[in-house]
């Protein structure tokens, strides 16, 4: 199993300009984002770690030097990550589509161990997701009907029974990750790489039978996604704390 990671973007919603590092380098009780990445992913027995990368790369490449993980983490590099999330994704389908099974991720994310254990111990496809959702347009919800997804986006149009905000990882069996190209391949050749990435990998769960994914439900670990300068001393104040130190 490897992990494949979305990290190339500059951030723009902290409001903090485009000279100021990007959010894997974002750091919590003395570690980046992309330290503690690493030390989850490799005590669950990940045993790769891929980052499509972009906006001033060169300073991750520092990170992984000077933690010391140039044998576990390699850089996708993608020249257009400045018109969109999905350019990234698509400079990562030899990567998601090598035989592996692949842990999709966000690179803003502060988590608990013990979510990415919902996911790594799991045999197939799945996703997490958190039925403590804060209200709005901003969180991307998962949308359950009948104990199956029906939507994912972050103004769902599929009716549904329940919903929850999904904490930004997924498991792909190698089967169901050999499809996810062919979802992002229609926005890329139109030239629509403004759109969300997320509506390729909602187009790929609604043309797969309703059992492909399965829905883990982490309500009650910590976790918080980072885009806004109130997500920072949240992340600082209220979940940092409340971490499970690894064994």
């Known amino acids: 199993m490897k992990a494949v990671m979305l990290a190339a ?10 000279n100021y590092p990007p959010k894997v380098l974002l750091r919590f009780g003395g570690k980046s984002l992309l330290q503690r990445h690493v030390e989850i992913l490799r005590y669950l027995g990940v045993r790769e770690l891929i980052l499509g990368v972009g906006h001033l790369a060169g300073m991750i490449d520092d990170e992984i030097d000077r933690i010391g993980v140039n044998g576990y983490v390699r850089c996708v590099h993608n020249p257009q990550y400045k018109e969109g999330g999905i350019t990234t994704l698509w400079a990562l389908r ?9 842990i999709l991720m966000d690179a803003d994310v502060l988590y608990d161990h013990r979510l990415m254990a919902r996911l790594t111990e799991f045999d197939g496809s799945a996703f997490v997701y958190d039925c403590e959702i804060e ?3 901003e969180p991307v919800k998962l949308c359950i009907r009948d104990g199956v997804i029906v939507d994912f986006h ?3 149009t599929e009716a549904y029974d329940s919903f929850g905000e999904w904490v930004g990882f997924i498991r792909f069996a190698p089967e169901v990750a050999e499809q996810l190209p062919n979802a992002v391949a229609p926005y890329i050749e139109a030239g629509e790489t403004d759109t969300l990435y997320e509506q390729s990998i909602r187009d790929l769960v609604q043309s797969l039978p309703a059992e492909t994914f399965a829905i883990e439900d982490i309500t009650g670990l910590p976790w918080t996604e980072i885009d806004f300068q109130e997500d920072l001393h949240h992340a600082e104040q209220e979940i940092l704390p409340q971490l499970e130190e690894l064994p």
Request: proline letters at 12%; aromatic letters at 0%; glycine letters at 20%.
């Open 9 to 18: 973007g500059i951030g723009m919603r902290l409001d903090r300009g485009d």
């Open 154 to 156: 972050k103004q769902p």
């Open 135 to 137: 209200p709005g347009d």
């Open 94 to 102: 030899e990567e998601i589509t090598s035989g592996d099974p692949i």
